[in-house]
């Protein structure tokens, strides 16, 4: 698998977030930091800190610890990739944008998320897949010329077919179903799409 993601981040469609300053920013960055970690290890090391064995060695895992969490943080932010801003997308591809809601998220975080991926540049669908849409979330969707599918709809109309280990009935995951609804739309009523 490491393969293959250096052959897609090779063939160009992944680069780098961060430009060359920046990536040399955060290279003087890690290098300060771990002068600082071993500037500490050194300090920590000196024979007046050893108290015991058994307080020395857990103080000294609780430091060591202390000290891997930035380097978790260094490690990945220095991997960031994004998709090639230079590549297009063939004409012939359908591109959507989904968000998914369950009936305790606020709508009012939903709207923010929808008005943004409605703003994006590239043209593409944009989706609200709701487990239980209200009338006021259907008629705003509608007036922003927004598709909705009704996730509780999609559900009664298949969930009988689905085996009870992979989607248990009491509550449906959005990943699992979101896929199958959006592009094979079963059960004819399942999607609400407004023009």
């Known amino acids: 698998m490491k393969t293959h ?14 430009n060359k300053a920046q990536r040399e920013q955060l290279e003087l960055l890690i290098c300060l930091w771990l002068a600082t970690v071993a500037a500490f290890g050194v300090w920590w090391l000196d024979p007046s800190h050893f108290t015991g064995p058994v307080r020395f060695v857990f103080n000294s895992l609780i430091l060591v610890w202390g000290a891997i969490i930035p380097g978790y943080y260094f490690f990945f932010l220095s991997r960031m990739k994004r998709s090639n801003p230079a590549l297009t997308i063939p004409k012939n591809w359908r591109v959507a944008m989904i968000v998914t809601r369950a009936p305790s998220e606020p709508f009012s975080l939903v709207q923010r998320m929808l008005l943004a991926m409605k703003a994006q540049a590239s043209p593409h669908d ?9 009338a006021e979330i259907l008629h705003w969707s509608e007036s ?7 996730v509780s709809r999609w559900w009664a109309s298949c969930q009988p077919a689905l085996p009870r280990t992979t989607l248990p009935p009491s509550h449906p995951t959005h990943e699992c179903g979101c896929r199958d609804w959006i592009f094979n739309r079963p059960g004819g009523n399942s999607i609400t799409t407004t023009p």
Do not use: M, N, P, Q
């Open 5 to 18: 993601l250096r052959k897609r981040a090779s063939d160009g469609y992944l680069v780098d977030v961060l």
């Open 126 to 134: 944009t989706w609200l897949a709701d487990e239980d849409a209200t």
């Open 144 to 150: 922003r010329f927004l598709s909705t599918a009704r």
